[in-house]
């Protein structure tokens, strides 16, 4: 079986992309085209020579379509992730989230593509309206990067519904991990204190969140993503178990053992009403169907993160707030 993985120069599409490399299939990386020819996380993979590599842009149907021309299987994660940003420039988001994923199913469909794997995020579900949040919870996008997901979401599902395209939808609760850019809290906390910083800046304290360990959503997205039953249907993927980000930075501050302040940084504060207060996922549906669960604790993955974060400190800008 061959797959393309679009995003997969990315931090859960790197990881996914050697996952699936390690299981035997031949691997295709959908890397967004760029003057240096960089191919991000998957640069310095010990899988480079193993994966083909494909560059173009996900926002460019006739390079998705180029691209999905001769495989089966296509794990779709490219997309724009910071919340922050898409503040700034909301237009950006639809462009590569909403029509970013149109141009993954109509090239399915003309393709007949086997498989199409597509990614969306707990985010859609705003602060929760009940817990644990299952996949029958309203959306409620708090934010334009919300807003596109919950669009492509609905898009992707229509095409199931209207030509039969098999898409399957993951939704990742929040992931962490080695690679993940300095824009996410747990890199922002270790990456500060790893510096030296004897203050760390963060945002909001007292949102809660239901963290997972990156090698768990990568086999999430094989082990869930090509299940016989799953087509048509969304799944959560979670841990079931919710921590205060305040709570996640003492616990991040006593597995450094440094003798850290925390205060508030006014800048890193969403809007009021754009905040997402309480996000705690039901997995449920992922382990009775597909027999998915985590395996990682959270303490474990946050160890594995510290460790290769403070051995890639360069990729770390911790002097100023990285939108």
């Known amino acids: 079986m061959k797959v393309l993985v679009t995003g997969s120069e990315g931090f859960i599409g790197s990881h996914l992309t050697e996952l699936l490399v390690e299981k035997g299939f031949e691997v295709k990386g959908f890397v967004r085209y760029n003057f240096k020819n960089d191919w991000g996380w998957l640069e310095n993979s010990k899988y480079k020579n193993e994966i083909e590599i494909y560059t173009g842009d996900i926002r460019d149907y006739d390079s998705v379509y180029d691209a999905m021309k001769d495989v089966d299987v296509v794990f779709h994660l490219a997309a724009l992730i910071g919340i922050p940003y898409s503040y700034i420039s909301p237009l950006a988001y639809i462009k590569t989230n909403t029509e ?24 859609i579900y705003g602060t929760a309206q009940y817990v644990p949040i299952d996949e029958k919870h309203p959306y409620n996008p708090q934010s334009p990067y919300a807003a596109s997901k919950a669009g492509a979401d609905h898009l992707a599902l229509s095409y199931y519904r209207s030509f039969g395209t098999p898409v399957t939808i993951i939704r990742p609760f929040n992931t ?54 799953t087509i048509g249907d969304v799944y959560n993927l ?6 205060s980000i305040g709570n996640l930075a003492q616990k991040i501050i006593e597995l450094i053992g440094k003798n850290v302040e925390i205060i508030e940084d006014t800048q890193r504060v969403r809007p009021e009403k754009s905040e997402v207060e309480r996000l705690l996922s039901n997995p449920e ?32 800008k911790t002097d100023i707030y990285n939108i």
């Open 100 to 123: 970013g994923t149109y141009n993954v199913l109509e090239a399915g469909k003309k393709l007949n593509i086997e498989r199409i794997i597509h990614t969306s995020t707990s985010e």
């Open 176 to 229: 962490f991990g080695p690679r993940q850019s300095a824009r996410a809290v747990i890199p922002t906390i270790i990456s500060q204190i790893s510096a030296g910083k004897e203050r760390i800046k963060l945002g909001n304290l007292t949102p809660t969140r239901d963290l997972n360990y990156v090698k768990d959503i990568a086999n999430g997205f094989i082990t869930v993503g090509l299940h016989e039953k």
């Open 238 to 243: 979670g841990t079931g178990e919710e921590i």
């Open 285 to 316: 549906k992922a382990k009775k169907i597909a027999g998915w669960e985590p395996k990682y604790s959270l303490e474990e993955g946050l160890k594995e993160t510290i460790e290769w974060i403070q051995e890639n400190l360069q990729y770390y």
